[in-house]
């Protein structure tokens, strides 16, 4: 038998004799419940994106990802501890993670990004910061952190494009915590605001 058909006997069901034979085809079934023809949701929470325009930016990046090199990042502009408060997303993820491993990159791949600023990249940069941060805002509540929130859309993310993006996670951690960091997405203090 085909190994993406599935065969099940059954034998004596609620008010019936005998036994019955299925074949399920696995071929035309999706295994996944609520699985998207061109979007992915996260595992967590209801945060539903377009994965494939995520993709294309995140392989631009990890391209160029080995030859950023790591300068400091000023953002005096913006208290980082009120904006983690807010978004609940918590100073030690922040510090431990954000601060210490991606934001020396930050100020280079800002660089590398508005260079690129007269080809399709910057509107694709457009277009994902404009679809996830709206359903970020409506649906972070799903979510015990923010960086549970993030770490769920890398998930899908790689989980959906695996073929094109394996290996390339820390591309990916990169991309979103810049698109936070730098007030693209999440919910925005005051100052981010003016």
Do not use: W
């Not at 660089?111 to 600023?117: D, E, G, I, P, S």
Request: overall charge negative; glycine content about 6%.
């Amino acid at each position: 038998m085909d190994e993406r058909k599935l065969q099940i006997t059954q034998s004596q069901g609620i008010g019936s004799r005998g036994t019955q034979i299925l074949t399920v085809d696995n071929r035309t079934t999706h295994i996944y419940p609520q699985t998207y023809e061109n979007l992915v949701k996260t595992h967590v929470g209801s945060i539903t994106f377009d994965p494939n325009t995520l993709r294309d930016v995140i392989i631009a990046v990890a391209a160029t990802y080995d030859e950023i090199e790591q300068k400091p990042t000023d953002f005096d502009s913006i208290s980082i501890e009120k904006k983690n408060a807010l978004n609940n997303l918590s100073q030690e993820f922040y510090s431990n993670v954000i601060s210490r491993d991606y934001e020396p990159y930050f100020h280079e791949l800002d660089v590398f990004l508005t260079q690129r600023a007269s080809e399709d990249l910057q509107g694709l940069v457009g277009k994902i910061v404009r679809s996830l941060n709206k359903k970020i805002v409506v649906g972070h509540k799903g979510f015990e952190s923010f960086e549970h929130l993030l770490m769920s859309i890398e998930e899908a993310l790689l989980d959906s494009q695996y073929a094109y993006l394996r290996g390339k996670e820390d591309s990916i951690s990169l991309f979103l915590f810049y698109l936070y960091a730098n007030c693209f997405i999440g919910i925005k203090t005051e100052e981010e605001m003016q």
